[in-house]
């Protein structure tokens, strides 16, 4: 392609007050009509990039370039007043979460009209008019509807459509989508990423995406540059980066990146069952009127029945909402079932109370999330390891139980000193191996797994899983594992389960349910999951 | 959200009720009806007579919670606490203990001096601790914001009597602008109730702008903002159009609870600048020991501050379309 | 030795203090937000003149009988003895050696005059105040200065070499610099009021004659009682019923709710003004149990206290029990009680330790509202009794002079500089507490 390039950045840098750069001298550039896009993980300054070209970051950051071009305008050398009529005019930016970046208390339609008001002189039934088109080329149903209504009553994706109609209402050249389907289920990502590709081919415009997912940047993009600590390492055409990636930086990203393949050639054997439920439901009342009678329910697990066996793990998927965590914390008595029994070694489980109940915790345990508001960050990792094993096992000395939190320390790969430490003082990856670890303290027969690597970044995700296989071969040990990620899912799993709405729809064998989906949902869901391409053509 | 206000409605029985029982076990707890007629009577050379003529007058005769001598319902009804208590509920506030005053006349004939000094002072207060605030967010990170974060500390260190006879010395005394106090009945009202407008608001700005100025702060720092920075938006239209709009639902639903108890007044100004409001017959209620009157104030101050409340949340509904009440 | 009932609350609550300083110094959490504080030069210098007024507080909390007479005085007092003991007859301006106002006086030679008298005690070494007043002030003033000058910077050099070396202070070296200057002049200050005050009424005298720097001074205590006791009072409720109404919801909750909406909706000031009647009814009541007058004036004092702890518990009360339901819901909390630890356990544990912080801030706070609010009920008499000396007091009885010609001005001025201080010092220190410990304002 030899067509000009829209935005042209050389040599930019951008620091926080003395601290080391956060964007360490990168050149790169976007063309007419492709999609170029900044991969990297957390932290990587892919984000703050962005935000430095059009001059948008806190005042206490210094943004240095020779030249950040736009069609032949140097912006970090226009005045403040003369940006304010490029931004949103010739560039536009869509964020990653759409509610946050979205005016809670503005309709719809005048966060759109604010672009038309502010950038082009058009009358007030002009603008009117040019909003419900906007809605319309977005595909919202009922655009003139949805125009008088709020962020809040709209879904996510609905909310994502909006923002990508504000950017598109100045007609700009170029597209920033920073991390645009990150906060988004997988069904709703491949939506919305079908209609950037869409609105681009028709305008013509420019998008620079910004992803931490290799494989959905593989299906978009163009152009590639993979950034990490600040420095772009690899620059090129989408096609020849993921055939033959030169850094191993890159090399990395793609070795960890899971595969649906890797279910292939699971072996099945059977095993004595630990766990069953049966017509298992948990409902939420929803309180009306004077005296706030019960007047329904919402019913968040509806009828779920399964099984797991000694030693394997059940994966349970499905998209946000549709009651995988409700259910992974009421298997634990951290939510009250509505009905249905949880029977682990014949004793239901959920029928305890009192000291009956808080003995037979030890058998099931659960690991979090967020590895960052799962610790309380006021106790020494040491105390944090023991505490179930103090309340648990009154009877093993001080002595013995730290030697037992060395021992734990050391099945999850950390070193012994980390136990006089504080979790703030561990990074993502290391805070998830302490909470495996004092799941693991207790001895239980089985770990409820609540998305554990959904807020890691791809390699620390691939060490994890890893992890959690090797303790499970040593201690036979079974996992309910709680995921969005279905690549995730065919590297751990020997069963799966798909949930959608409460129910599970399809329940089997990991390579049937992921090879050979038998349910429309599953089938829907699988299709939607982006697949690296040109990986093995 | 009918429902909803009929809830607190109710609900605002058990609180009334919880509120009459705390003022009377307060005052009953080491006094007797006996002790009350003395001390308004003057003490100690006054005969049994003038005692019981004094509680028979006035209602006090009766047992205070419980009448072992009546019957039925009467051992409930018959007693001082729910005589004086009943009352209240339909707002009828029986006669002042010292000189035998209708209370509700009283109150109704105050509160409207109560009103003209407390209602503007609240309004121009707002307005001057807004755009003071937003003043500072605009020039952030400048000496401008600097000199105005310290000189609202500053501000808020002096004591408000200080503002008061200040005041009243400065503006009053030494430049005779306005009279120092007193209050005068319609328009000549106004010479008289500038002075303590002025006071009030001066003395609010300094907590008052700070506040604003950490509400406003917190609204910059959100999400939406940079959207509306990246759609072409200057720093002051961002300000105006998302921050400000944002950031006055919790400033209005604030100022809402207290609207209602701006009848009650203000103490201090009103005894300072002799308004004859509700602040100024409460606190001669205070001195002179009148149990009735600070009685029927309480339950007057209790009853508006829950209409405060059930507005706070009506309000929530009318400025913020994310609220729904159930 | 005598010890009032708030002398002895004091104490605790000073040993307490004491207790909770070592324990954050220990704590390598709490390094982080107090090398903050450190940083900090206005935190710092704050916090100077805030513990000098405590330290004063502290000498007018140890009371004993005086020997010369059955009075019951403090450590301070004693020290103060000469300011306390020259009474005048009626109003005197600063530094003035006559009355402020004119009285008929008999000459030698037996006829009236209507003249300003001289005062018994203030500039009366001066043969003519007229002429040597202005050099005499100078300087006695400059003598107290140098005085202290010397041996204060002195030391305080001394200590600021010793100290510069450390490594890991928790104090950096500018702020340093800005406390060590800040106690100099402190120190230098008092000395030189000190010097004055023995030939002088450096604040003049008020009605009945009483010097009135002395009677600020003695505020001090009045001030810090009311700001720090009250706390002390009110935070065990705030604490237990903030997090037991968020942890364990239900009807706790409600009775909860119920108890605070209910005290809530009565006017603050009516509330302290009922108990402050009871309070007087009991005390006249029963006038055999308070022997003297400064029992009697202390009791009122730590009813007030106890009054306003209970009117003002409710604010951190919901405030706790939002943060309280907020974190019951965290991860680390359900992470706790699927390992089977009891419920009382993780209330210790896992909740009231990550309230702390909201505690920490609001008590310092309230501190300076509670100070201001003194001088206001004291105004409305439902303050303080009084007898006692407090800046409320002060200015009660000061305002009426306002409309003297020439105004009375030195008790209010007195009365404002010295609140003024303590509240400025009280309101920037909280800033930085607040920056320091607050998660939202970290960077």
């Given at each position: 392609m030899n067509r000009s390039p829209v935005l042209e950045v050389k040599n930019l840098t951008v620091k926080f007050g003395s601290?080391?750069?956060?964007?360490?001298?990168?050149?790169?550039?976007?063309?007419?009509?492709?999609?170029?896009?900044?991969?990297?993980?957390?932290?990587?300054?892919?984000?703050?990039?962005?935000?430095?070209?059009?001059?948008?970051?806190?005042?206490?950051?210094?943004?240095?370039?020779?030249?950040?071009?736009?069609?032949?305008?140097?912006?970090?050398?226009?005045?403040?007043?003369?940006?304010?009529?490029?931004?949103?005019?010739?560039?536009?930016?869509?964020?990653?979460?759409?509610?946050?970046?979205?005016?809670?208390?503005m309709t719809v339609g005048e966060q759109i009209a604010e672009v038309l008001k502010l950038h082009f002189s058009m009358t007030k039934k002009a603008i009117r008019q040019r909003v419900i088109e906007l809605l319309t080329?977005?595909?919202?149903?009922?655009?003139?509807?949805?125009?008088?209504?709020?962020?809040?009553?709209?879904?996510?994706?609905?909310?994502?459509?909006?923002?990508?109609?504000?950017?598109?209402?100045?007609?700009?050249?170029?597209?920033?989508?920073?991390?645009?389907?990150?906060?988004?289920?997988?069904?709703?990502?491949?939506?919305?990423l079908a209609l950037l590709k869409a609105i681009q081919h028709k305008t013509g415009m420019a998008l620079w995406l910004i992803s931490h997912d290799l494989a959905l940047v593989s299906t978009m993009a163009d152009r590639i540059a993979v950034m990490q600590k600040g420095k772009i390492v690899e620059t090129g055409r989408s096609a020849s980066i993921f055939q033959n990636p030169t850094h191993p930086y890159t090399r990395k990203l793609l070795d960890a990146l899971p595969s649906m393949d890797s279910c292939l050639g699971h072996k099945r054997e059977e095993k004595p069952s630990l766990l069953k439920i049966d017509e298992f439901k948990v409902y939420y009342p929803i309180r009306k009127g004077i005296f706030k009678r019960v007047v329904g329910h919402v019913r968040a697990v509806d009828g779920v029945s399964f099984e797991i066996e000694h030693g394997k793990t059940l994966a349970?998927?499905?998209?946000?909402?549709?009651?995988?965590?409700?259910?992974?914390?009421?298997?634990?008595?951290?939510?009250?079932?509505?009905?249905?029994?949880?029977?682990?070694?014949?004793?239901?489980?959920?029928?305890?109370?009192?000291?009956a109940l808080r003995r037979k915790r030890a058998d099931i345990q659960i690991v979090f999330q967020d590895p960052f508001s799962s610790m309380n960050p006021r106790m020494l990792v040491s105390e944090i390891i023991d505490e179930g094993i103090r309340a648990l096992y009154p009877e093993v000395d001080a002595v013995d139980r730290h030697a037992r939190v060395i021992d734990l320390l050391e099945r999850v790969d950390l070193p012994p000193d980390s136990a006089h430490r504080y979790p703030h003082e561990f990074s993502g990856?290391?805070?998830?191996?302490?909470?495996?670890?004092?799941?693991?303290?207790?001895?239980?027969?089985?770990?409820?797994?609540?998305?554990?690597?959904?807020?890691?970044?791809?390699?620390?995700?691939?060490?994890?899983?890893?992890?959690?296989?090797?303790?499970?071969?040593?201690?036979?040990?079974?996992?309910?594992?709680?995921?969005?990620?279905?690549?995730?899912?065919?590297?751990?799993?020997?069963?799966?389960?798909?949930?959608?709405?409460?129910?599970i729809v399809e329940h089997g064998e990991v390579e049937q349910v992921l090879l050979n989906p038998k349910n429309a949902y599953t089938r829907e869901l699988l299709a939607a999951v982006p697949r690296l391409q040109n990986k093995d053509v | 959200?009918?429902?909803?206000?009929?809830?607190?409605?109710?609900?605002?029985?058990?609180?009334?009720?919880?509120?009459?029982?705390?003022?009377?076990?307060?005052?009953?707890?080491?006094?007797?009806?006996?002790?009350?007629?003395?001390?308004?009577?003057?003490?100690?050379?006054?005969?049994?007579?003038?005692?019981?003529?004094?509680?028979?007058?006035?209602?006090?005769?009766?047992?205070?919670?419980w009448n072992a001598e009546a019957g039925g319902a009467g051992k409930v009804t018959e007693t001082i606490f729910f005589q004086k208590s009943a009352g209240l509920f339909w707002f009828d506030f029986g006669i002042s203990d010292s000189d035998r005053r209708n209370i509700g006349a009283d109150i109704k004939q105050r509160m409207w001096p109560s009103l003209a000094v407390a209602l503007p002072t609240l309004v121009l207060g707002l307005i001057t601790n807004i755009c003071v605030a937003l003043l500072m967010v605009l020039f952030r990170r400048s000496y401008l914001e600097f000199g105005g974060i310290v000189l609202c500390v500053v501000l808020m260190s002096v004591s408000s009597l200080?503002?008061?006879?200040?005041?009243?010395?400065?503006?009053?005394?030494?430049?005779?602008?306005?009279?120092?106090?007193?209050?005068?009945?319609?328009?000549?009202?106004?010479?008289?109730?500038?002075?303590?407008?002025?006071?009030?608001?001066?003395?609010?700005?300094?907590?008052?702008?700070?506040?604003?100025?950490?509400?406003?702060?917190?609204?910059?720092?959100?999400?939406?903002?940079?959207?509306?920075?990246?759609?072409?938006?200057?720093?002051?239209?961002?300000?105006?159009?998302?921050?400000?709009?944002?950031?006055?639902?919790?400033?209005?639903?604030?100022?809402?609870?207290?609207?209602?108890?701006?009848?009650?007044?203000?103490?201090?100004?009103?005894?300072?600048?002799?308004?004859?409001?509700?602040?100024?017959?409460?606190?001669?209620?205070?001195?002179?020991?009148?149990?009735?009157?600070?009685?029927?104030?309480?339950?007057?101050?209790?009853?508006?501050?829950?209409?405060?409340?059930?507005?706070?949340?009506?309000?929530?509904?009318?400025?913020?379309?994310?609220?729904?009440?159930? | 030795m005598v010890v009032l009932w708030t002398d002895a609350l004091i104490f605790v609550l000073l040993i307490g203090m004491i207790v909770l300083s070592?324990?954050?110094?220990?704590?390598?959490?709490?390094?982080?937000?107090?090398?903050?504080?450190?940083?900090?030069?206005?935190?710092?210098?704050?916090?100077?003149?805030?513990?000098?007024?405590?330290a004063v507080g502290l000498l007018d909390s140890m009371h004993f009988h005086s020997k010369d007479s059955n009075e019951i005085v403090s450590v301070l007092d004693q020290w103060l003895s000469p300011i306390r003991l020259h009474g005048e007859k009626t109003y005197s301006a600063p530094f003035a050696a006559h009355l402020f106002g004119k009285e008929l006086m008999v000459l030698e030679d037996g006829g009236p005059v209507w003249a300003y008298p001289r005062l018994q005690y203030g500039g009366a070494h001066l043969d003519d105040p007229e002429s040597e007043l202005f050099y005499d002030v100078l300087m006695k003033a400059s003598f107290g200065f140098i005085k202290s000058a010397i041996p204060a910077a002195i030391v305080l050099v001394l200590l600021v070499q010793k100290f510069r070396h450390r490594q890991n202070a928790l104090i950096s070296q500018a702020s340093a610099k800005a406390v060590a200057w800040t106690i100099f002049w402190i120190v230098t200050l008092c000395a030189t009021l000190l010097e004055l005050s023995s030939y002088y009424h450096v604040l003049g005298t008020d009605k009945v004659g009483e010097d009135v720097l002395y009677q600020a001074i003695k505020s001090i205590r009045t001030g810090l009682v009311i700001g720090t006791l009250t706390t002390l009072i009110m935070l065990p409720l705030a604490i237990v019923f903030g997090i037991l109404a968020g942890f364990f919801r239900g009807w706790v909750d409600d009775t909860i709710q119920y108890l605070y909406t209910t005290l809530n909706s009565i006017p603050s000031v009516l509330l302290i003004a009922a108990s402050i009647l009871v309070v007087q009814v009991y005390m006249a009541k029963n006038e055999e149990q308070f022997t003297s007058l400064i029992v009697r004036a202390d009791m009122r004092l730590l009813f007030l206290c106890i009054i306003l702890g209970v009117t003002s518990w409710t604010g951190l009360c919901r405030m706790l029990r939002a943060e309280t339901l907020k974190l019951r819901e965290m991860e680390y909390v359900q992470a706790a009680s699927a390992l089977g630890v009891r419920r009382r356990i993780i209330l210790f544990r896992h909740i009231l330790p990550n309230v702390m912080h909201i505690v920490l801030i609001s008590v310092v706070l309230d501190f300076s509202s509670l100070v201001l609010a003194e001088a206001v009920l004291s105004y409305i008499n439902i303050g303080v009794d009084p007898t006692t000396h407090?800046?409320?007091?002060?200015?009660?009885?000061?305002?009426?002079?306002?409309?003297?010609?020439?105004?009375?001005?030195?008790?209010?001025?007195?009365?404002?500089?010295?609140?003024?201080?303590?509240?400025l010092a009280a309101n920037l220190f909280a800033d930085s507490v607040r920056d320091a410990f607050d998660p939202r304002r970290m960077g």
């Open positions: 601290d080391n750069p956060v964007v360490d001298a990168i050149g790169f550039e976007v063309h007419a009509g492709e999609t170029f896009a900044i991969v990297g993980e957390s932290g990587s300054g892919k984000s703050i990039t962005a935000l430095s070209i059009l001059r948008l970051l806190p005042v206490n950051a210094s943004v240095v370039a020779d030249e950040v071009n736009l069609n032949g305008v140097d912006l970090l050398r226009k005045a403040e007043y003369e940006l304010c009529k490029i931004r949103g005019r010739r560039v536009a930016l869509i964020f990653q979460d759409p509610m946050s970046s979205l005016n809670p208390v080329r977005v595909e919202i149903p009922e655009p003139e509807k949805r125009a008088g209504e709020y962020p809040h009553q709209l879904s996510g994706g609905q909310r994502q459509r909006v923002m990508i109609a504000i950017a598109l209402a100045g007609e700009p050249d170029l597209l920033i989508a920073d991390e645009p389907t990150t906060a988004l289920d997988v069904t709703i990502q491949a939506q919305i349970l998927v499905g998209e946000s909402g549709c009651g995988k965590t409700t259910l992974g914390k009421s298997l634990l008595n951290l939510i009250p079932a509505y009905s249905g029994q949880v029977i682990m070694d014949g004793i239901a489980l959920n029928k305890l109370t009192g000291e990856g290391q805070r998830q191996r302490i909470c495996i670890a004092r799941a693991l303290a207790v001895q239980p027969k089985m770990i409820v797994c609540d998305e554990p690597t959904s807020a890691l970044d791809v390699s620390v995700q691939a060490q994890i899983i890893e992890l959690l296989k090797d303790l499970q071969k040593e201690q036979g040990v079974s996992y309910l594992f709680i995921t969005h990620d279905l690549g995730v899912v065919a590297e751990i799993a020997d069963e799966v389960a798909v949930m959608y709405r409460g129910k | 959200m009918i429902q909803y206000i009929i809830r607190r409605v109710l609900y605002a029985f058990p609180l009334l009720l919880g509120v009459n029982i705390l003022t009377f076990v307060l005052f009953f707890v080491v006094n007797s009806p006996e002790d009350m007629a003395r001390m308004q009577l003057g003490h100690k050379h006054v005969t049994e007579q003038a005692v019981e003529n004094w509680k028979q007058q006035r209602g006090y005769h009766l047992p205070l919670l200080f503002y008061i006879i200040g005041g009243q010395f400065f503006i009053g005394k030494v430049l005779k602008l306005v009279p120092i106090s007193g209050y005068d009945g319609g328009l000549q009202a106004l010479k008289f109730i500038v002075l303590p407008i002025v006071i009030g608001v001066l003395s609010g700005i300094g907590s008052g702008a700070r506040w604003y100025r950490t509400l406003f702060l917190e609204e910059v720092e959100k999400d939406y903002v940079r959207t509306a920075r990246a759609k072409g938006l200057s720093e002051t239209q961002v300000l105006f159009r998302h921050v400000l709009k944002n950031a006055m639902i919790p400033i209005l639903t604030g100022v809402v609870v207290v609207l209602p108890l701006l009848f009650m007044g203000s103490l201090i100004m009103e005894s300072f600048f002799s308004i004859p409001g509700l602040g100024s017959y409460t606190i001669d209620a205070i001195n002179s020991q009148d149990f009735a009157i600070v009685r029927s104030m309480v339950f007057l101050g209790s009853v508006l501050y829950i209409f405060g409340l059930l507005l706070t949340d009506i309000s929530y509904t009318l400025v913020d379309p994310r609220v729904r009440l159930s | 070592v324990y954050m110094l220990r704590n390598p959490r709490m390094t982080r937000p107090l090398r903050q504080i450190g940083t900090s030069k206005t935190g710092m210098v704050s916090l100077t003149v805030l513990l000098f007024f405590v407090s800046w409320g007091n002060m200015i009660n009885g000061a305002r009426l002079e306002m409309a003297r010609e020439p105004v009375v001005w030195w008790s209010l001025t007195a009365s404002f500089l010295f609140m003024f201080t303590l509240v």
